[in-house]
């Protein structure tokens, strides 16, 4: 490396279908100052956020051309002379985003909605790369016995189920706990984390063929539907009084059968929404039921370090798909539309 150097890297330089994404040669990071980190990137993983950059859903501070992907993980090749918790040679796994640490929002624990961060893969440096700069706090150091395909997920996949059911959900033993998109990246770690929680976990699938997946991570029962099918009535049969908590990765699609099926003083909690279109409900539906409605954004450094203790300790299981070459982007996005992964689809470089 050195200055001036190319990494091969997956560029974005236009919205448009998953061909749009090429690898390239692309400049190497330069050597980290301050508190900054430089990784070798082992692995990065394929989120539905990805998708919605690349196809123009999602356009909020997206800056083209960029290198995709906000799960990184890897190897520590140097750490700026502010570095204090990463050292070389560390593995790491990132959050989300690198923010200021200094406002009151990131003192507050609420640092994804820091206003002077810089969200991996929109810009700041992308996760689908050989090499990556990310400033120190969005790292955590990842023990060796932990695969790095398996650590890039841990903040996004695993992290904001976490984040979503237990914190802003606040899943209690023996509550009911629905998990929509519950075979995708993050439904089946949801599911674990309900479980995890003390939960009766019912996953919501419109894959049949994920059901034993979904069963393997926890769920007691594994509802299937078409897409397009109003299916409250099929939740009622397998859960009479409804759920106490909706950990809802999928939006609009699912909202109005989902949300008839809240129980009283129910927790219906939005952590994904695959498409731009609304949703409309009556708001006697809440207050004649003393529900709620919450929002559920990604997960914190500090949740991420908790995060890599539980699956260290094996009380998380992460589900990788599989593992794909930079080049194969374009497929791995497919697969993802698709929703023929199980699980995580990770690229290597
Ligand atoms: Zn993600
Ligand atoms: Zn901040």
Redesign the pocket.
């Known amino acids: 490396m050195g200055m001036g150097s190319t990494m091969r890297a997956v560029v974005q330089r236009s919205i448009g279908a998953p061909e749009v994404l090429k690898v390239e040669s692309w400049p190497t990071p330069s050597q980290p100052r301050g508190d900054e980190v430089l990784i070798r990137i082992r692995a990065g993983?394929v989120?539905?956020?990805?998708l919605l950059v690349r196809d123009g859903t999602y356009r909020h501070l997206v800056e083209l051309p960029l290198v995709p992907g906000?799960?990184i993980a890897g190897d520590v090749l140097a750490v700026g002379e502010g570095a204090t918790r990463i050292k070389v040679r560390d593995q790491v796994a990132s959050t989300?985003r690198e923010t200021c640490g200094q406002c009151d929002l990131c003192r507050t624990g609420q640092e994804g909605l820091c206003t002077n961060q810089r969200f991996f893969g929109h810009n700041g440096p992308g996760g689908y790369a050989e090499f990556a700069v990310t400033r120190e706090n969005a790292l955590s150091v990842v023990p060796r016995s932990i695969p790095p395909e398996v650590a890039c997920v841990l903040s996004?996949?695993v992290g904001?189920e976490l984040h979503g059911i237990r914190d802003i959900g606040q899943t209690k033993a023996g509550d009911t706990v629905l998990v929509t998109g519950s075979g995708g990246g993050l439904g089946v770690h949801g599911v674990q984390v309900a479980k995890l929680c003390g939960a009766f976990v019912v996953g919501l699938t419109t894959t049949a063929a994920k059901a034993s997946v979904i069963r393997s991570a926890g769920a007691d029962e594994v509802v299937v539907v078409e897409r397009g099918e109003r299916f409250d009535k099929k939740l009622r049969e397998v859960v009479p009084g409804g759920f106490d908590v909706i950990c809802d990765n999928v939006g609009q699609p699912v909202f109005d059968s989902c949300f008839r099926t809240l129980a009283i003083g129910g927790r219906y909690v939005f952590i994904g929404q695959l498409n731009d279109r609304s949703i409309s409900f009556n708001p006697a539906w809440l207050l004649l039921r003393n529900t709620r409605l919450l929002g559920s954004n990604?997960s914190t450094r500090r949740e991420l370090d908790e995060v890599v203790r539980m699956v260290d300790r094996g009380l998380i299981k992460p589900v990788i798909d599989r593992t794909m070459a930079l080049e194969d982007a374009p497929m791995a996005h497919r697969r993802v539309m698709t929703a023929e992964a199980t699980g995580r689809v990770v690229l290597t470089p």
């Open positions: 993983g989120c539905y956020h990805d906000h799960e989300n996004c996949a904001t990604s």
